[in-house]
């Protein structure tokens, strides 16, 4: 792809951009899910495209497209172009580049045992092995549902811009996820675990996948065994940094983006919104203790 990228950096500096670059990206994977102990049909996902930016009088346009003929590449550009030239009116301090980048290279994250080489067969077998060590759950707790997800992605890269720079650079990803959900006569638990890795299958058989599951599961059915009930009533609460972040996004960032409907958001939410004025969530909260 390395001509179409060059071809989107001369279309810009034909019809007039000061400065241009393009990227070309392109994404092929695999993901293979088991739920329940059943496996999904693989999934396989191929994704490509080209993105433009270009500097106008001072202002940057930026476009992009999946379809990768030079006919819609020139379209692109073309309108990246407009997108700035228009901008350059709103601009009162002109961006400047810092100088010219000529740089070449090639670059890569290594692979001791190439994604290319691992077979779906493979990637089951395992995904199998993590569910079956999950038989060996605590009595004390049943589960009564799990997921196990185990994805992998190549990424290619492709950038070039006006000043002569030409870089190529390829990541291999790797990723695992297991969600479980435990129950007891004491009550119920979810848990999940994400692992992610840039690098080849040698990632994957360092983490260990059946010992991983197990030992989530093993930690549920320890909370659900000793611990405690909470207290009723009001209750001060000091929030750790993962359920803020959550209430952040979901109570506050998102009834910002539009125009919400108050009924959607949680009382949490609501009342946050309106005491804080749209700023951002503290860190510690006093809250009503929902045993839900």
């Known amino acids: 792809m390395e001509d179409l990228v060059k071809f989107a950096v001369d279309t810009a500096?034909?019809?007039?951009?000061?400065?241009?670059?393009?990227?070309?990206?392109?994404?092929?994977?695999?993901?293979?899910?088991?739920?329940?102990?059943?496996p999904d049909p693989a999934g396989f996902t191929k994704k490509s495209g080209i993105a433009v930016r270009v500097l106008v009088n001072g202002a940057l346009g930026f476009a992009c497209t999946n379809t990768l003929t030079k006919e819609r590449i020139r379209a692109t550009v073309?309108?990246?172009?407009?997108?700035?030239?228009?901008?350059?009116?709103?601009?009162?301090?002109?961006?400047?580049?810092?100088?010219?980048?000529?740089?070449?290279?090639?670059?890569?994250?290594?692979?001791?045992?190439?994604?290319?080489?691992?077979?779906?067969?493979?990637?089951l077998s395992l995904l199998s092995e993590a569910e079956r060590s999950l038989a060996?759950?605590?009595?004390?707790?049943?589960?009564?549902?799990?997921l196990l997800d185990l994805s992998s992605e190549t990424e290619e890269k492709v950038f070039a811009n006006s000043?002569?720079?030409?870089?190529?650079?390829?990541?291999?990803?790797?990723?695992?996820?297991?969600?479980?959900?435990?129950?007891?006569?004491?009550?119920?638990?979810q848990r999940w675990n994400n692992q992610g890795e840039s690098g080849g299958w040698e990632v994957v058989k360092q983490w260990n996948l059946p010992k991983i599951a197990l030992d989530e599961a093993k930690?549920?059915?320890?909370?659900?065994?000793?611990?405690?009930?909470?207290?009723?009533?009001?209750?001060?609460?000091?929030?750790?940094?993962?359920?803020?972040?959550i209430i952040c996004h979901e109570s506050c960032g998102h009834p910002q983006r539009s125009r919400p409907n108050p009924r959607t958001r949680s009382s949490t939410g609501r009342r946050v919104l309106h005491q804080t004025r749209h700023a951002w969530l503290p860190s510690r909260l006093r809250t009503r203790h929902n045993s839900r």
């Open 163 to 189: 000043e002569g720079a030409l870089v190529f650079g390829t990541v291999p990803r790797t990723s695992f996820f297991v969600l479980l959900t435990g129950a007891s006569d004491k009550g119920t638990i």
């Open 78 to 123: 073309e309108s990246a172009y407009r997108t700035a030239k228009e901008s350059g009116r709103l601009v009162k301090i002109p961006i400047r580049m810092a100088g010219r980048t000529e740089s070449r290279a090639r670059w890569s994250a290594k692979e001791k045992l190439p994604l290319a080489d691992v077979s779906v067969e493979e990637r």
């Open 219 to 245: 930690t549920m059915a320890e909370i659900l065994e000793k611990g405690k009930k909470p207290p009723s009533g009001e209750v001060d609460m000091v929030l750790g940094s993962e359920i803020v972040g």
């Open 13 to 38: 500096s034909t019809i007039g951009a000061s400065y241009s670059e393009a990227r070309f990206q392109r994404n092929e994977g695999i993901r293979l899910v088991f739920k329940n102990g059943t």
């Open 136 to 146: 060996d759950t605590p009595t004390s707790m049943k589960l009564v549902a799990r």
